[in-house]
């Protein structure tokens, strides 16, 4: 009697376990992620900024995966530092890489709670250093420089009859001194809606929306004084005004009156920076919009601010940022090289 043989069946190893067919679908995978944007990044209160910039660089890594025929769901930590240096070779700094690697750790955290994958293959991949000296990014404006800027902008009461041109000219007033002389940010300024202004006992204050903070400023009375102007022609120009009202407004035809986006904001500042050919200068200084926060805290700082006042006034959390103001100002007016007592 033939002894009958017992069948064999065929076991696929772990790794053609993981097939396409038994992997999530791409699509699985990013719906799992816009779920994760809305209900866990900043407690369930995330802004629009944040949400979209997750976004877009997690989708510029997922595109990456594609033409390199990587299936996200099998991505490896190895992946993950060929896509960091996908990233420095193409000349992103280190802030921009940190922010990639954050974005696409926050993709693989949502996946990885409705187990669509094993792991978070970007845990311990960290963005590159760079090597820069202290204080190289306070972009330094002398009061000088700044005031140039403030006369380049059509003095108010010479504004007659065109209520449009008026509006123009106290937006782009009030925008320069929030940023030059309260230290606002950009994306504060962004957010800012006229319910955000306040008074008490003759004092106006402006109540800001930061990245990860609220904080509020003491306006100075000048500024105040415009920011009323500017009330006033608004509404003369047809506009209602009420709390939820943007603070910064668009110009244009399309857009009027609806809030003025981030790169509105910064093409504005451009413009008067252009016009006064300081954005960039012989010293090989390249001037942007959040340069122009920058005067705030050297400023200050040469008038007799203490260090905490500036800190307050710029919303650092950490004082030793602030300090890096007091460092750029030492250098420019302490050079100790030159109390060596040697004819050269």
Known sequence: MPIRRKRRTFQPSPRNLATVSTLPTVKAMRDCFERYLNLTIA???????????YRNRTAQFLNWCKERELYPALVTKENIKEYRKHLVDGGKTSPTIRLSLISIKHFYTACLADKLVKDNPVVGVKAPRDKREVGSTIKYLTEEELQQIFDTVAPTLKIRGDRTKQVQVLRDRILLACLSLQGCRSVEMYRANWGDISESYGQHYLRLDGKNSIRTVMLRTDLAEEMTLYRQVRQKNQEKLTAQSPLIISLSNRRYGQRLSRSGIGHVVDGYLEKCNLQHTDLERSLTPHSLRHPAGTLSLQSGSSLREVQDLLGHNDPKTTAIYT?????QENNPAAKIDITF
């Open 43 to 53: 407690l369930g209160n995330p802004s629009t900024d944040t949400v979209k910039t």
């Open 327 to 331: 460092h750029v100002l030492n250098s």
